[in-house]
């Protein structure tokens, strides 16, 4: 799977928009990004994934790059309790024999302050 | 739903001795996760279980570690014998048709430490 670099340490203002970025640079035609977030003791939680359109959900928005080599993970409105480590992952959905496994690296620390 | 159920959610136990972690995964879900997260090495795929058979177990540290999935709303993680490099936080995740969606469910995992 493709590797990402993801910056690490953020802060945002509560009530303004959170944008993370990831880059993706060699990632290949078959291979999606995934976002997960893991706030503080407890399990990794999964946010947005997209192939090349952008996507959104309650949650957040995902912008992807026209040649797809980087994204943006968009959280409208940052509340404090967005604060966490955010995962940015790009893997294969399974085809075949493989599963697709989810590889985390080590993200990027949000700080959402008042 | 109760979300994935994983116990115990602390164990401290001494050097040598056995450690089991339990998981139950979300009703339904065919595929099932051991994560294990520390602060050197982050969260490191252990195995991957498809329809209770194990499919990947490549990021098993060693022979001291074994997992096994005898039904479909249960899976185990054991360590004998126990070290204190195994201190870490043990994540259990399912997942439904995951090739398809890639959405991890997580628990809150198993906080172990090795004295």
């Known amino acids: 799977d493709a590797k990402t670099t993801q910056p690490t340490s953020m802060d945002c203002a509560e009530g303004r928009a959170a944008n993370l970025p990831c880059n993706h640079s060699?990632?290949?035609?078959?291979?999606?990004v995934y976002w997960y977030r893991q706030i503080h003791s407890q399990g990794p939680q999964y946010i947005i994934h997209?192939?090349?359109n952008n996507e959104t959900n309650e949650m957040a928005s995902l912008i992807i790059t026209e040649d797809r080599k980087s994204s943006t993970l968009i959280l409208p409105h940052a509340t404090l309790r967005d604060t966490a480590v955010y995962y940015c992952?790009?893997?294969?959905?399974?085809?075949?024999?493989?599963?697709?496994?989810?590889?985390f690296g080590q993200g990027t620390i949000l700080t959402v302050h008042p | 739903d109760a979300g994935v159920i994983q116990s115990p959610r602390h164990e401290v136990t001494e050097m040598g001795q056995e450690v089991t972690l339990r998981c139950k995964p979300i009703?339904?879900?065919?595929?099932l996760f051991w994560y294990r997260q520390t602060m050197m090495r982050g969260l490191e795929l252990l195995i991957y279980?498809?329809?209770?058979?194990?499919?990947?177990d490549s990021g098993m540290p060693e022979d001291r570690f074994s997992a096994k999935m005898p039904n479909a709303s249960f899976s185990t993680l054991k360590i004998q014998p126990s070290e204190p490099r195994d201190s870490a936080v043990y994540f259990c995740?399912?997942?439904?048709?995951?090739?398809?969606?890639?959405?991890?469910?997580f628990g809150e995992g198993s906080r172990l430490t090795v004295l």
């Open positions: 995740a399912s997942s439904f048709r995951q090739g398809l969606t890639g959405e991890l469910f």
């Open positions: 060699t990632i290949s035609g078959n291979e999606y």
């Open positions: 997209g192939l090349k």
């Open positions: 992952i790009v893997r294969a959905n399974a085809g075949g024999t493989s599963y697709g496994k989810l590889t």
């Open positions: 009703s339904g879900h065919n595929s």
């Open positions: 279980f498809n329809n209770n058979v194990p499919i990947d």
